[in-house]
């Protein structure tokens, strides 16, 4: 049976930071680029950022960049989305989600259908 279970999410004044981490399964995990999306209500899910299985590469949604660290621990099966320097338009519900393939181009990377696991979400409400 496959697991992405995510978990870190809370509520925080701006400018303040968080850090989700997201464990998965073997299958969810081994061999695939894992990436976190967020839904805010009302709107479409959207990608955050995104890193190869080897850890090598990372991609990020321009929203986050500079604020936003994703890393992964494969020993752990342990994916971690360091958030700093939180906004109040950074609210959502974070999702975590395991690739179809190692890795791949920026513009499949960012698609939410090329992503076969996913996670229940874990909330993120930042405070203005």
């Known amino acids: 049976q496959v697991h992405v279970v995510e978990s870190g999410g809370g509520f925080v004044q701006a400018g303040e930071a968080l850090r989700l981490s997201c464990l998965a399964s073997g299958r969810a995990f081994i061999n695939h680029a894992m990436g976190w999306f967020r839904q805010a209500p009302g709107k479409e899910r959207e990608f955050v950022s995104a890193i190869s299985w080897s850890g090598i590469s990372t991609y990020y949604a321009d929203s986050v960049k500079g604020r936003f660290t994703i890393s992964r621990d494969n020993a752990k099966h342990t994916v971690y989305l360091q958030m700093n320097s939180l906004k109040h338009e950074d609210t959502a519900l974070y999702y975590c989600?395991?690739?179809?393939?190692?890795?791949?181009?920026?513009?499949?990377?960012?698609?939410?259908?090329?992503?076969?696991?996913w996670g229940q979400g874990t909330q993120v409400t930042v405070s203005s």
């Open positions: 989600a395991a690739y179809s393939a190692d890795w791949g181009r920026p513009d499949t990377i960012v698609t939410p259908g090329n992503y076969d696991y």
